[in-house]
């Protein structure tokens, strides 16, 4: 298992509600850093992060990631306000979304959130220009659909953003897709597909020649999954399980949350 490398869980903003209550006290019990969900137009992270925080005390909260294509900075503030979220526990996740501007989009944006919202700031970063930009203004990067060797790359890339703006390179977190059990394998390629299909993701992927399925986790087996976790030791400082799951039930999330620190 990892063991200089932080470990969070990762939940689809449509999972049932029952999943957010279920995983983010047990998952802080179990020494997860953070617990993140990600946000759609038709599913909010936010309201889903806030369940979270009225059943957790310390574990960081994220969102993973608001596109700036369809939500303004101000929309984005209201919106934390409105579900009343702890601040001090926020990793406010964005990213440029479809913006034919994404370099201008995202470093705007972020200017206009640092200036209303005292919260850690995620940036989502694929290619290397984004990647050097989120090394100059975030506090931290999130990586998405890659494998450990591109992370190395991406994070030069990230060290060299934050040298040349004079700062201290920000937190390197990795979302990592991750399914357990005889369905996995299909799980983790019908995911793949979805995603590839997205310009920006499929351009991402022909970047590192590599298949979606390349970059996540099929374990059959808990030992399994660990073991391929372990593959991300030293690479990134925090690797999020993104569960991928049959059903989204309770339990099969609960599931993959105990096998991946042998609980």
């Known amino acids: 298992m990892l063991e200089d490398t932080r470990l969070g869980f990762g939940v689809a903003a449509v999972a049932p509600l029952a999943v957010v209550r279920a995983v983010a006290p047990e998952a802080e019990q179990l020494g997860y850093g953070s617990f993140w969900v990600n946000y759609t137009p038709n599913a909010s992270g936010l309201r889903a992060l806030g369940e979270a925080a009225t059943l957790s005390q310390r574990i960081l909260l994220g969102v993973g990631v608001i596109p700036f294509s369809s939500r303004n900075p101000g929309a984005i503030v209201d919106e934390v306000h409105a579900e009343n979220l702890p601040l001090d526990r926020l990793i406010l996740g964005v990213g440029s979304g479809s913006s034919p501007h994404p370099l201008r989009v995202v470093r705007e944006g972020v200017r206009d959130l640092r200036s209303a919202l005292p919260v850690q700031i995620a940036v989502a970063a694929l290619g290397p220009q ?49 399914a357990l059990g005889p369905d996995a394998a299909s799980l983790l390629s019908r995911e793949g597909a979805r995603y590839a299909a997205i310009p920006w993701y499929g351009a991402h992927f022909q970047r590192m020649g590599v298949a979606p399925s390349e970059t996540g986790i ?34 099969q999330n609960l599931e993959l949350l105990r096998a991946a620190v042998g609980s």
Request: glycine share 6%; net charge negative.
């Open 130 to 178: 984004m990647c050097r930009l989120a090394g100059a203004i975030c506090d931290v990067v999130l990586f998405n659909w890659l494998t450990p060797e591109h992370a190395r790359q991406s994070a030069e890339w990230v060290r060299a953003g934050a040298d040349a703006a004079g700062r201290r390179p920000p937190l390197l977190s990795a979302y990592v897709r991750a």
């Open 218 to 251: 099929a374990a059959e087996t808990p030992a399994d999954l660990r073991a391929a976790i372990g593959r991300w030791e030293g690479v990134v400082d925090e690797v999020v399980i993104r569960a991928l799951t049959p059903n989204d039930t309770v339990e």
